[in-house]
């Protein structure tokens, strides 16, 4: 079940490029964002992209808590 990104998950990145992150993959994929930046992270490691992978990680993380 995706976890639906609210102004509070939007307040909670880590910066403000996160937050940034994070509002726009709520307006864009609604009730699927969380699931969406998942999928992006795991292309990133397939593709060797550390820095995004990590970012990724940390933009579900945040939505989780």
């Known amino acids: ?3 639906d990104l609210n102004s509070a998950d939007i307040e909670r990145g880590s ?3 996160d937050a940034v992150v994070l509002k726009l993959a ?3 994929f609604g009730a699927d964002a969380v699931t969406a930046i ?3 992270g795991i292309d990133a490691w397939f593709e ?3 820095e995004d992978v990590a ?3 940390r933009l579900v993380k ?3 808590n």
């Open 26 to 28: 709520h307006e864009i």
């Open 48 to 50: 060797g992209r550390d």
């Open 55 to 57: 970012r990724c990680a």
């Open 15 to 17: 910066d403000a490029e």
């Open 62 to 64: 945040a939505c989780a």
């Open 38 to 40: 998942a999928y992006f």
């Open 1 to 3: 079940m995706a976890h």
